[in-house]
């Protein structure tokens, strides 16, 4: 994977139209997510209030980054654990307008889901949205396995592969936002899976990492 450069500062729609070269369009619809965030925010836990001034940075730009990572190919991706819509909800905004993609979001929380089906609604992105729990066999069984699986701050990443082996077949790619933990969680997840991780610096956060993940096989299968 080619290196990429570190942008500034995203501090709002056109910085981020110019580091991700986005339509109008697509800057529309991640404007009016952006509203709806803030106002459902009052009600409902959807971000660490800290962030609310910095979403095009801390949640837009963290999540878009990763669609250079995604592969050409893929039809099909599953987020786990969206909560706000980070990172799937905005994956679902961006390749919108590029590709066909059918873009799967995982929220148990109801509350989290309603907010999901308003954004998805009002900009008008097809996406599905699950209300249930990931572990549960009719989550897994309406979601098959994809292309790609994206996560973001989720859980440590010995347990996320628990979560996510389900939806993996053999050319599946893991796209996992972490932290300056990676390497320690990488030690951790080897004790119980067989797995290639590949690390790319984040845009977003100097300490930040994506876990690019695949070939996951827990070790009780040999």
Avoid at 15 to 35: G, I, K, N, P
Avoid at 202 to 218: E, F, P
Wanted: net charge neutral; glycine share 6%.
């Amino acid at each position: 994977m080619s290196a990429i450069r570190r942008p500034k500062k995203i501090d709002g729609p056109e910085a981020f139209r110019a580091a991700f070269s986005v339509s109008r369009e697509t800057l529309d619809r991640l404007t009016l997510y952006e509203d709806l965030l803030k106002r459902w925010q009052k009600a409902v836990n959807l971000v660490a209030p800290t962030t609310l001034g910095e979403i095009w940075h801390r949640h837009f730009a963290d999540s878009a980054q990763l669609v250079r990572l995604i592969p050409e190919e893929a039809e099909a991706l599953v987020d786990l654990g969206s909560g706000g819509g980070f990172p799937g909800l905005v994956l679902a905004i961006v390749l919108h307008e590029r590709k066909a993609m059918r873009v799967t979001l995982v929220e148990s929380d109801g509350r989290k889901a309603a907010f999901l089906r308003e954004v998805a609604r009002q900009t008008q992105v097809p996406v599905d949205i699950l209300s249930t729990r990931i572990e549960n066999a009719e989550t897994q069984r309406k979601v098959s396995t994809v292309d790609v699986v994206t996560v973001r701050a989720l859980a440590p990443l010995s347990r996320l592969l628990g979560l996510a082996a389900p939806f993996f077949a053999p050319n599946t790619r893991g796209l996992f936002l972490k932290g300056r933990d990676v390497h320690g969680e990488i030690d951790e997840a080897r004790e119980a899976w067989h797995f290639d991780v590949e690390l790319v610096p984040s845009v977003t956060d100097a300490q930040g990492q994506i876990a690019v993940v695949c070939n996951v096989r827990a070790k009780t299968e040999g």
